[in-house]
C-alpha cells in the first residue's frame, strides 16, 4: 500500500503582503492566518508578476533590481537580478 506524503511548505518572511487581505480593516497577517509570511509559490509568482506589468521586480535572492529578459514576443521570458546575477526563467 503506497503512503501519501504531503508537499513540504516553504515560507518566506517578507513582512506584509499587500492586497491580500479578504478583509480591507484587517492585516495582511490577519486575513491570511500565516503571520504575513509568503510560500515560495507566492514568492516567485509575484516575481513573475513584477516582471510582466512593470518589466521589473524585486530579486527573491537579495533584494535588488530584477529586470525582464525578453525573446520573440511582447511578454517576458526570463529575469535576472543586476545585483546578485540570479535567473528566473
Known amino acids: 500500500m503506497a503512503h501519501a506524503v504531503a508537499a513540504p511548505t516553504i515560507f518566506f518572511n517578507l513582512g506584509p503582503v499587500p492586497g491580500l487581505g479578504a478583509d480591507p480593516g484587517a492585516s495582511g497577517a490577519q486575513a491570511r492566518g500565516?503571520?504575513?509570511?509568503?510560500?515560495?509559490?507566492?514568492?516567485?509568482v509575484g516575481v513573475w508578476e513584477g516582471?510582466?506589468?512593470?518589466?521589473?521586480?524585486?530579486?527573491?535572492?537579495?533584494?535588488?533590481?530584477m529586470v525582464a529578459r525578453f525573446a520573440a514576443g511582447p511578454l517576458p521570458v526570463a529575469g535576472s537580478c543586476r545585483r546578485c546575477g540570479s535567473a528566473l526563467s
Open 34 to 44: 500565516d503571520q504575513g509570511r509568503l510560500t515560495l509559490d507566492e514568492l516567485i
Open 51 to 65: 516582471l510582466r506589468a512593470d518589466h521589473a521586480a524585486e530579486c527573491p535572492v537579495c533584494g535588488g533590481a
